[in-house]
Nanobody
């Protein structure tokens, strides 16, 4: 059972930067997709950014141009570089990984970290 552990959250002022890390207890090479989600108080969890094995990225419109997702397979770690942070980025950020198990029929397995708090002060 692979575990994901996030780190790097904290309190930062508007316009500041943070780099979140997601360390896996095992190899991340087998993960087809890794991503970051966030959940603000009273809101649903939403996708922030994702990165597939072939390098395809997907970003929420609200973070495009400010956030960058990356992964280091050798270090079994995924990252989220967050620049130009805004108060509306305040949330708990969760690391997510998806592994395809079977193709036909398609089945997969999802893994989640415990979350790390990001607070942006105005």
């Amino acid at each position: 059972q692979v575990q994901l552990v996030e780190s790097g959250g904290g309190l930062v002022q508007t316009g500041g930067s943070l780099r979140l890390s997601c360390a896996a207890s095992g190899s991340i090479i087998s993960f087809n997709t890794m991503g970051w989600y966030r959940q603000a108080p009273g809101k649903q969890r939403e996708l922030v950014a994702s990165l597939t094995n072939d390098g395809t990225t997907n970003y929420a419109d609200s973070v495009k141009g400010r956030f960058t997702i990356s992964r280091d397979n050798a270090q079994n770690t995924a990252y989220l570089q967050m620049n130009s942070l805004k108060p509306e980025d305040t949330a708990v950020y969760y690391c997510h990984a998806h592994k395809r198990v079977t193709i036909i029929p398609y089945t997969g397995r999802d893994y989640w970290g415990q979350g790390t708090q990001v607070t942006v002060s105005s």
